[in-house]
Nanobody
Framework: QVQLVESGGGLAQPGGSLKLSCAASGSIFGLIAMGWSRQGPGKQRELVAAITSGGSTNYGNSVKGRFSISRDNAKNTVYLQMNSLKPEDTAVYYC?????????????WGQGTQVTVSS
């Protein structure tokens, strides 16, 4: 029943910005965290950013100082503001939500959205 719908991906120039949105529908019980990961060409999937239910954030080393994650609890939406984009940021970006359902950790994933950084 839980669906994560991503938007905001596309093409940006190096040094540019994009803002990704991930809207969650359905009930995510015992929400632990929401976040973003990405997988670039020839790369393993890596953590981009995450925000816990308590508001703590963490970022992958490659995006620290450039990307910011935030949440709008009223809209059940998580955002990823991406600034100072580099070609190496080119990847499919996936939204993730993690919940604790009576002691069972469950991960929900969006369909992924392509971000391409190129001049």
């Amino acid at each position: 029943q839980v669906q994560l719908v991503e938007s905001g991906g596309g093409l940006a120039q190096p040094g540019g910005s994009l803002k990704l949105s991930c809207a969650a529908s359905g009930s995510i019980f015992g929400l632990i965290a929401m976040g973003w990961s990405r997988q670039g060409p020839g790369k393993q999937r890596e953590l981009v950013a995450a925000i816990t239910s308590g508001g703590s954030t963490n970022y992958g080393n490659s995006v620290k100082g450039r990307f910011s994650i935030s949440r709008d609890n009223a809209k059940n939406t998580v955002y990823l503001q991406m600034n100072s984009l580099k070609p190496e940021d080119t990847a499919v970006y996936y939204c993730n939500a993690r919940g604790d359902q009576s002691g069972y950790v469950v991960d929900y994933w969006g369909q992924g959205t392509q971000v391409t950084v190129s001049s």
